[in-house]
């Protein structure tokens, strides 16, 4: 079984499917999404113990941002082989600052001995209207934040971007979209995510994608921008967000037209 | 640097040292705790997978136990070499079963491919009183839930016990005690720790100590009952918990008398 195969296992029972978990505490919507990335496939070497921290805290405040969250507090599960002093000051000042940009609280953590660096980072958050996936209704407008494909294209500089969780644009854009959710798995897998989730499909026309370097980034991911649908009527009510619109939901499928022509937009993209 | 120092380095950024941290959502005290698992320390090869999932919750819930909360969500972040459909409905099976214990609901989590099975359980709770580890005061009497040493006993022959998170004990107990945490370290370890962070020291009896099996008992650990400490005036409004008097709470030190003659109670217990 692969990991869709299996995702799809523990979903059915979970009704899992979103980027967060929404809670009920208190009459609050209350968000936790946890997310599990070690050296092997998330850490390559060149990665300082910096961005290392800035990374794990990433990922999971941008799981908060794109249920239109606000952040409330992290806390990092860290497994390393040998506890190293300037690895772990390294490490939190990282968690430190993406939490700080966040205005978020780093609440602390469990440490361990374990072969492989391994992070789980836990985030909490509160959400007025959490947007999940599964809202895209068919002639809605579908958009993405800022620009897409970055991450790809400085990673094979060996060069890691530090990349911001789309926290306000994320509480913004809730106000009005019918669903949400991250790129971080690039924007193929993400609409075929976001389709499958909302039982509906996708035209894109690829000269709207607002892609750096080459068509690759679509499939990167690492991108932490958020991809929303949006109701014609709404569109304009998004205000002080950049973004792009770069298509419109159909019945199904997932397509992608280039210079007029349309094809089919494969699912691939990260799998972790 | 081990793993005292780390955690103490990080400790003295974080302000953790409790078995939560407290967040403040609404008005209400919210906890949160996430602990680090994995195959070469916390599960031996004759544990089922049902039993791994149990045992991933029991950690998690059994923090929130400690700290007088009520838990309302667990999630998990599971990494394992490849996915396999029998593994994970066993140990999911067993997640929702202690979940269902604690009236906890198990709301998703994180799937990974790892060389090494790791499991990262993060729970949420919420409380009224949140006890932690630091309100032990002098004159006040010292205290444990139920039996200690069962699971060093059962280890040795390679059984594994579904030990149960004391969540009624220790919502029960946080309206008295001055602190609390649990026994997952072992006796001897819980005390150092409580001293620590209480900045005082305790006078044990020996004999008063519910143990089951040897003296080892008191310093293996994985035993999920609470050690809590609560002013001789209170003692007697703690109802319908079992629970044994076990020594007093001293200026400084941690003193085991046995037979009549008091003792230094080491310092060791469970590192993970």
């Known amino acids: ?45 060149w990665l300082t113990p910096e961005m290392i921290g800035w990374r794990s805290a990433l990922v999971s405040l941008s799981d908060i941002a794109a249920m239109g969250g606000k952040p409330i507090a992290l806390v990092i599960a860290l497994g390393m082989k040998k506890f190293d002093a300037k690895f772990l000051s390294g490490f939190s000042r990282g968690v430190e600052k993406c ?32 947007v999940g996936r599964a809202g895209a ?76 370097g080459g068509e690759e980034g679509m499939f990167f991911g690492d991108d932490y921008e958020l991809l929303f649908t949006v109701p014609k009527s709404k569109l304009r009510k998004i205000k002080g967000v950049g973004f792009s619109v770069i298509g419109e939901v159909v019945k199904s499928g997932v397509w992608l037209e280039k210079n007029g022509y349309p094809g089919k937009l494969e699912n691939k993209g990260w799998t972790h």
Chains 1, 2 share one sequence.
């Open 1 to 45: 079984m692969d990991e869709l195969g299996a995702i799809k296992l523990l979903s059915r029972k979970l009704d899992i499917g979103d980027d967060c978990a929404v809670l009920d505490i208190g009459g609050r919507k209350v968000l936790v999404t946890t997310d599990m990335l070690h050296k092997k496939t998330d850490f390559p070497k």
């Open 99 to 130: 939490c700080s940009f966040c205005r978020c609280k780093y609440a602390g953590g469990d440490l361990d001995k374990h072969d492989e660096l391994t992070v789980v980072g836990t985030a909490i958050g509160v959400a007025e209207n959490p």
């Open 137 to 212: 209704r068919v002639g809605d407008i579908v958009c993405v934040t800022g620009t897409l494909g970055k991450a790809c294209y400085y990673f094979k500089k060996r060069k890691w971007l530090r990349q911001k969780p789309r926290i306000n644009e994320g509480q913004k854009i809730s106000k009005h979209a019918s669903a949400m959710m991250d790129i971080s798995d690039g924007l193929a897998r993400s609409l075929h995510q976001m389709g499958a989730r909302s039982r509906a499909g996708f035209r894109i026309t690829f000269e709207k994608i607002p892609l750096f």
